[in-house]
């Protein structure tokens, strides 16, 4: 297990009296070192504060004594738990002098008390925070945004899918007196998340990526998501700076949501930095034309595949201007090999080479993965699932996909009840219906993917998070 696997974190300078004083503006002489946060009982260890949180599923407060047992010297919790520890009230008290391990602190609601947790520890350090939000591209332009500022600062980023009212807190407490920057995903399921997780964070420069059908089941529009990404410059301050997408109508909107100074990037030349002339060059990357303030930068070359990870590469460029890098460390952070990106190539069974992009889906992230597989030589296979949560949006999505997708691929392979749309849209386009597979699950498409795989052929796997498609490549990928 990880140090910091989106369950447990590692934190450093930290101890049990920094908790209470978090939570109670009062501060006792518990000075008890703190080694990990954790908010699952099973990845517990010496030294943890494990945070009993309740779920859909289950109850943290059922695994208080599971976590004891593992090391745990501190529980967080709001409810009663017969666990023959030491019981304080962080709260209200009385507070003994001195602690016997392990030891359980009540409060009102352990999520709140996470949050304030967090506020309070983000707020001793002078770090300056960047927000990055938007229905697709956060976590790859997160990554080639720390891997810019990464050049000159000690940069915290977000990890894994740390991005959410749990998993943003968590990674604020690994903050430490060494880092200058923070770079945070905000993740949203409802009106108000963000705004919640800009109050802990306090972001001084916001990215907006794009606004697109992603949540629509649970929002029911548009217009609904754009306000809820928009909560992120709404919060930002007088004197940030909100970094806006110029040619997404719904982000260039965004510029009169905020008091903060707005910087726009995109392909449009009345943006601040805008970039032309984009060449796809495979499996190899991108290039383009860089401009900025009446300079331009010829044949500016990325690794991120795919024309549309051109955006990706301004975010980054615009947050390394605005926080002061020069361009020649600019330039070399966008071709850090640390930045983890989503959308990677890898070999695959049979001489093949696998196109993982399995992290998520939406209509334009799967419409972006097929124009990249268009660019490609080889076969063209493209393994994809449902796309979930789109609402009313569901069935149109889906054929948007299926239209293109009978345009681009040699054959087609479906996952999951949903993406049958988009097979049936393939074949209404032209793709041969003796070229199309229609898979209940993911070992079906495994199968004929391994009967059928050739040299040269390239594999594009692209699904939503729920149908764990990862298993797919992982079944493909040699070795």
Request: some cysteine; proline content about 5%.
């Amino acid at each position: 297990m990880a140090e910091n696997s989106g369950m447990r974190v590692a934190v450093q300078g930290m101890t049990l009296a920094d908790l209470a004083e978090a939570l109670s503006g009062r501060r006792p002489p518990w000075e008890i070192p703190i080694r990990h946060v954790s908010i699952d009982s099973r990845v517990c260890g010496e030294g943890d504060v494990f945070i009993a949180l309740p779920g859909e599923r289950t109850d943290g407060h059922r695994y208080v004594g599971d976590a004891f047992q593992r090391g745990a010297i501190a529980a967080l919790v709001h409810q009663e738990v017969s666990e023959g520890a030491m019981q304080v009230d962080l709260e209200r008290g009385p507070w003994p002098e001195s602690l016997e391990l392990p030891v359980c602190f009540r409060v009102s609601r352990t999520l709140e008390a996470l949050h304030r947790w967090a506020g309070w520890w983000r707020a001793r350090f002078p770090v300056r925070v960047i927000g990055i939000t938007g229905s697709v591209g956060k976590t790859s332009t997160k990554e080639l945004t720390w891997a810019v500022l990464s050049r000159r600062y000690e940069t915290l980023k977000s990890e894994g899918n740390l991005n959410s009212e749990i998993g943003l807190p968590l990674m604020l407490l690994r903050l430490t007196p060494r880092h200058q920057r923070a770079v945070l995903e905000m993740g949203m399921y409802a009106r108000g998340e963000i705004a919640a997780l800009c109050a802990i964070a306090r972001p001084i420069v916001g990215v907006v990526t794009m606004v697109g059908p992603v949540h629509l089941e649970r929002l029911g529009s548009m217009e609904a998501i754009a306000a809820a990404k928009a909560e992120l410059v709404e919060a930002l301050p007088e004197d940030g700076v909100a970094v806006l997408n110029r040619d997404d109508p719904y982000v260039r909107e965004m510029a009169g949501r905020t008091r903060a100074r707005v910087f726009f990037y995109g392909l449009d030349p009345e943006a601040d930095l805008w970039a032309d002339e984009i060449v796809s060059e495979g499996l190899e990357g991108i290039r383009f034309d860089l401009h900025y303030r009446g300079e331009t930068f010829r044949r500016v070359r990325v690794s991120l595949l795919g024309r549309h990870s051109v955006h990706t590469a301004l975010r980054a460029i615009a947050v390394g201007i605005l926080e002061g890098l020069t361009w020649d460390e600019i330039f070399a952070g966008l071709r850090d090999p640390r930045a983890q990106l989503r959308l990677v190539a890898v070999p695959g069974l049979n001489g093949s080479i696998i196109l993982d992009d399995t992290y998520n889906a939406s209509p334009p992230s799967m419409l972006a993965a097929l124009n990249l597989l268009a660019e490609l030589e080889g076969r063209k296979i493209a393994v994809l699932g449902d796309m979930l949560e789109l609402g009313a949006y569901e069935v149109e999505g889906h054929r948007l996909v299926g239209g293109r997708a009978g345009t681009v691929v040699d054959l087609l392979i479906t996952v999951g009840p949903r993406a049958r749309i988009i097979a049936r849209e393939a074949t209404a386009v032209g793709l041969p219906a003796d070229r199309v597979w229609v898979c209940d699950s993911n070992a079906e498409a495994i199968e004929i993917l391994r009967r059928i795989l050739k040299p040269g052929d390239v594999v594009l796997v692209k699904g939503s998070r729920g149908l764990r498609m990862e298993e797919i490549v992982n079944a493909l990928c040699e070795g």
